[in-house]
Antibody, heavy 122, light 108 residues
Framework: EVQLVESGGGLVQPGGSLTLSCAAS????????MSWVRQAPGRGLEWVST????????YYADSVKGRFTISRDNSKNTLYLQMNSLRAEDTAVYYC???????????????WGQGTLVTVSS | EIVLTQSPGTLSLSPGERATLSCRAS???????LAWYQQKPGQSPRLLIY???SRATGIPDRFSGSGSGTDFTLTISRLEPEDFAVYYC?????????FGQGTKVEIK
C-alpha cells in the first residue's frame, strides 16, 4: 500500500523559513515524480511544485518561485519542500502527492498524504 | 494559465438522486488531461477520475466522467450517504496545473 506521511509544519513568523518532509513507502520512490499541493484554510487546492523521479527537473508555481525549493532523497524515500521568505498568504495545509510517471509532465495526483499545516503569523 | 470554473458552487440533493457537476476550462484541455477529486471534511483529496473518463482504482461505477475540450462533467448516478463532499476538477495538460474552485454536494 502506498503511504505518504508529511511532517515539519508549524507556526513561523513572516519572513521566516520552514522545511517540510514527506516520507514515502509502498512503491519504488525513484520511479515517480512527486508534487506538493497546498490548501489555504477554507479554500481550494493550489499546485505548488513538482520534482521529477530522478530529481533533475524541478517546477514551481509563480506564487512560490524563487522562495521555495523542492528536493528529494531517493535513498531515503523522502520528499522535501524548503520554504523561505514566508508570507501570510502561504498559510495552508501542504500535501505531498505521488505523480504517475517519472517525468513531471501530464500527471494527476494519486494518492495524497494527510497534510501538514503551515501557519505564517506574527 | 488555464482557469477552471466549476458549477454549481453548491448542489443540494437527497440520497439516491443523480448529481451532475460541471467543470469549464478557459482554454482547451489537451488530450483530455482532466482529473476529478473528492474531499471530505478533515481529509485529503482522493482521486476519482483521470483522463476525463477513466475511473481510478477502487472507485465505484456510480461515478463517471465525460467531456473534452473545454467542457467536462462528473456524474454520480445515485448518491450514497458517503458521497456528500466537495469535488474538484484539475487539468494537467498545461503548466501550471490548475484546479477548479470546487463544488460542494450537500444533503438536502
Amino acid at each position: 500500500e502506498v503511504q505518504l506521511v508529511e511532517s515539519g509544519g508549524g507556526l513561523v513568523q513572516p519572513g521566516g523559513s520552514l522545511t517540510l518532509s514527506c516520507a514515502a513507502s509502498g512503491f519504488t520512490f525513484s520511479n515517480y515524480a512527486m508534487s506538493w499541493v497546498r490548501q489555504a484554510p477554507g479554500r481550494g487546492l493550489e499546485w505548488v511544485s513538482t520534482i521529477s523521479g530522478g530529481g533533475a527537473g524541478t517546477y514551481y508555481a509563480d506564487s512560490v518561485k524563487g522562495r521555495f525549493t523542492i528536493s528529494r532523497d531517493n535513498s531515503k524515500n523522502t520528499l522535501y519542500l524548503q520554504m523561505n521568505s514566508l508570507r501570510a498568504e502561504d498559510t495552508a495545509v501542504y500535501y505531498c502527492a505521488k505523480n504517475q510517471r517519472s517525468s513531471w509532465l501530464y500527471n494527476w495526483f494519486d494518492p495524497w498524504g494527510q497534510g501538514t499545516l503551515v501557519t505564517v503569523s506574527s | 494559465e488555464i482557469v477552471l470554473t466549476q458549477s454549481p458552487g453548491t448542489l443540494s440533493l437527497s440520497p439516491g438522486e443523480r448529481a451532475t457537476l460541471s467543470c469549464r476550462a478557459s482554454q482547451s484541455v489537451s488530450s483530455s488531461y482532466l482529473a476529478w477529486y473528492q474531499q471530505k471534511p478533515g481529509q485529503s483529496p482522493r482521486l476519482l477520475i483521470y483522463g476525463a473518463s477513466s475511473r481510478a482504482t477502487g472507485i465505484p461505477d456510480r461515478f463517471s466522467g465525460s467531456g473534452s475540450g473545454t467542457d467536462f462533467t462528473l456524474t454520480i448516478s445515485r448518491l450514497e450517504p458517503e458521497d456528500f463532499a466537495v469535488y474538484y476538477c484539475q487539468q494537467y495538460g498545461s503548466s501550471p496545473w490548475t484546479f477548479g474552485q470546487g463544488t460542494k454536494v450537500e444533503i438536502k
